[in-house]
């Protein structure tokens, strides 16, 4: 089966840059993505790596390594609307299906 | 363009009964998957339809169905509900695998069993 770790919880504040780890197991790897659920809210895709490097999508960044079956979410220049939780989700080969981590929950303040 | 539409927003069954959701996905997305999120839990794969078939099933008890129709709608079932089936059932659309877009989802069926 696939197993991903990430951080519960992260506070930071308003203006500042925060990285979200997340380690994961599995075999047959084919790409991690990571989602925004807001409170009571739909999950919304935020970005996806199936290969190593970085990702930038304005104020988020995603980066991947598979050697390490490690990846991370930075989300820079953070503002109060970024408090919500975030998480990542791998996706194996041949399989269309996405194995969630637990999710962390963001925290920003002013 | 439309979102994935789910309905009921909200549901309150009694354990013993049955009840079926219904999803809407993204014209276009052949794709639709299902997924159950409870606080203790996460977010846990149920099933994922493509052009009418089942492709992957999650490790669920076999109360929990699906179905898709040819205009990629799809429902799920839960019968014999439990306490324990009280959760937000969220459907997700996408093209299809292999492309990397993530999934659209809906907004969740938040069922209360009681």
């Known amino acids: 089966g696939q197993s991903l770790e990430q951080p519960s919880e992260v506070t930071a504040v308003e203006g500042a840059i925060v990285q979200i780890n997340c380690t994961y197991q599995?075999?047959?790897?084919?790409?991690l993505s990571w989602y925004q659920q807001h409170d009571g809210g739909a999950p919304t895709f935020l970005s996806y790596?199936?290969?190593?490097g970085l990702e930038e999508t304005g104020r988020f960044s995603s980066f991947l390594s598979r050697s390490d079956s490690y990846g991370y979410l930075l989300l820079q220049e953070l503002q109060m609307k970024d408090s919500a939780s975030y998480f990542c989700?791998?996706?194996?080969?041949?399989?269309?299906?996405?194995?969630f981590g637990k999710g962390t929950m963001l925290l920003v303040s002013p | 363009k439309a979102g994935v539409t789910q309905t009921p927003r909200y549901l309150i069954k009694t354990r013993g009964q049955q009840v079926t959701l219904s999803c809407s996905p993204i014209?276009?997305?052949?794709?639709v998957s299902w997924y159950q999120q409870t606080p203790g839990q996460g977010l846990q794969f149920l099933f994922e339809?493509?052009?009418?078939?089942?492709?992957n099933k999650g490790n669920f008890p076999g109360r929990f169905s699906g179905r898709q129709f040819s205009n990629s709608r799809s429902e799920m079932n839960v019968s014999t509900l439990e306490l324990g089936d009280s959760a937000l059932y969220l459907c997700?659309?996408?093209?299809?695998?292999?492309?990397?877009?993530?999934?659209?989802f809906g907004s969740g069926t938040r069922l209360t069993v009681v």
């Open positions: 997700a659309s996408r093209l299809d695998r292999g492309l990397n877009y993530g999934y659209t």
């Open positions: 599995t075999s047959g790897f084919y790409g």
């Open positions: 790596n199936a290969l190593d």
């Open positions: 989700a791998v996706e194996i080969s041949g399989y269309s299906t996405l194995t």
């Open positions: 014209s276009g997305h052949r794709s």
């Open positions: 339809y493509f052009s009418e078939t089942q492709r």
